[in-house]
């Protein structure tokens, strides 16, 4: 007896499907083979069925296709309105910081650094013995005030820092400035 024939054989078979010599072995085996014919039956019951489900199927229709809708130009409104949007977005977005806990900067005044006036050096001469005449037209020079608080520049606190003196402003007055390790200025006492 030769071996049988698979199922997609069989399924080829009865969909006539399969060369004609091959048509003749196939019907010779399933005379011979009790297995096979069962399962030739089995597969030809299946497929009546489903030809029966496919007959009950409605017939399709005409198939008609959907009429284009045209869109609509933008007007000068609309496109305004999405840029005034856009630019909303990408401003809030530049705004948007994390949430992070800030401390406030609390300065602590800092005597170290106060000028303390030098004494005058010994060749100097007092006020009483000036050569210059008493009515010049000159303004004396008013004492300066030393501040003794440095101004805060953000909000963070100062750890570590280098004072400079610096001139600000179009008249130069003298400030000292504190820059932190990164060279960013953090506090600074105007000194008048």
């Given at each position: 007896m030769r071996r049988c024939w698979s199922e997609g054989s069989l399924r080829a078979y009865l969909d006539r499907e399969l060369p004609p010599e091959e048509m003749e072995r196939v019907a010779a085996h399933l005379g011979e083979c009790s297995r096979c014919e069962a399962r030739r039956a089995e597969l030809a019951s299946r497929a009546?069925?489903?030809s029966g489900f496919m007959n009950i199927l409605p017939e399709p229709g005409?198939?008609?296709?959907?009429?284009l809708?045209?869109?609509?130009?933008r007007?000068?409104?609309q496109w305004a309105a999405a840029a005034a949007v856009a630019a909303a977005l990408a401003i809030a977005f530049l705004l948007a910081k994390p949430a992070a806990p800030v401390a406030p900067a609390i300065l602590s005044p800092v005597s170290s650094f106060a000028q303390t006036p030098t004494p005058p050096p010994a060749n100097a001469v007092s006020p009483s013995q000036?050569?210059?005449?008493?009515?010049s037209k000159r303004k004396p020079e008013r004492a300066r005030a030393v501040a003794d608080y440095y101004l805060a520049l953000d909000d963070e606190p100062i750890e570590t820092g280098v004072v400079v003196r610096v001139a600000v402003?179009?008249?130069?007055?003298?400030?000292d400035v504190i820059f932190d390790q990164g060279g960013r200025a953090r506090a600074i006492?105007?000194?008048?």
């Open positions: 009546a069925g489903v005409r198939v008609t296709s959907l009429p809708i045209r869109r609509q130009p007007t000068a409104w000036s050569t210059a005449p008493r009515h402003g179009p008249t130069e007055i003298p400030a006492r105007l000194i008048e």
